[in-house]
């Protein structure tokens, strides 16, 4: 995952659906961003249903003169055909593009409500993007893992804790970002000595910040990177004691075929392997932890 593959951070307070049609729509929230508030429809200047107060009236007195012709199926007939028309004239059809405007309109009055609680990637400059672009990558990578899925690690811990933790850094990062950008503004033409004496606090301040965020985004690759290890003995595990399943098999193979004094100790090897793999797994969960205790902490 590169800085350009940043996706939108929702505050993990936002409402689930919410927050998830806020992050399936980043260029619609970016343009929105910029300025650009969804058109509204124009007012249909047919006035629909006074057309159809005016008809209706309309019929009624043409139904009373053919009643009094004595024509009355041929009032029934002509009053509900007319009253068709004026219904189909005062129901525009839906459009395809009116649909498509009504949810940019719903996504533009969410995006206002929440304003301050989600992130889009132009929020970060360039040395915060990647930062997030590591941060989101440990996250995916352990809460997509089958480590964490069959319940070897806390996955409900992992499911609350790491989305806030990603929420953290961004926040971060984005607050980083802006006072850089000011900063730099500041000192584009150029400082006197003594406004440089001053800025130099300021900037140190800015450093020690950056140098903290990345030591809480090494933390969470570090618990990935343990998740990783537990992965892989997990998975090895699984191939093991599938061929452990298999075994009986080749036993009664190389039996019959008077090989036995060849293979079967490297095929009983397998149980040595399965132990071994097992020990793995167990000690790369056990680090998992201790890494998510010290992230969580």
Known sequence: MSGQDVTVVVDPGVPEEVAWTLKSNAEQLARLRRGRPPEREPDDDRQPWGLVLMGATGLVA?????????????????????????????LPAV???D??????????EQARWYDGRYY????????ALPLLARTQRAINSVLGSHVNAEGLLDNVRNFVMLPQQEWEIARLLAKLSSLRAEHNDLIAGG????VAQAVRPLERALLTSEAAVVARVEALERYAGHVAEAERAYHARGQIEELRARLPRYEELVAE???????VPEISGLADDADRLETAL??????????FRYLDG
């Open 62 to 90: 043409l139904g009373l003169v053919f009643a009094a012709a004595g024509l009355f199926p041929l009032v029934v007939l002509t009053t509900g055909a007319i009253l068709m028309l004026l219904l189909a004239r005062a």
């Open 95 to 97: 459009k395809p593009q």
């Open 99 to 108: 649909e498509a405007r009504a949810a940019e309109r719903e996504l533009f």
């Open 120 to 127: 889009l990637r132009e929020d970060f400059d360039a040395e």
């Open 191 to 194: 400082v006197a000595p003594e």
């Open 257 to 263: 075929s008077g090989a036995d004094g060849f293979a």
């Open 282 to 291: 167990r000690r790369s969960v056990s680090s998992a932890h201790e890494a």
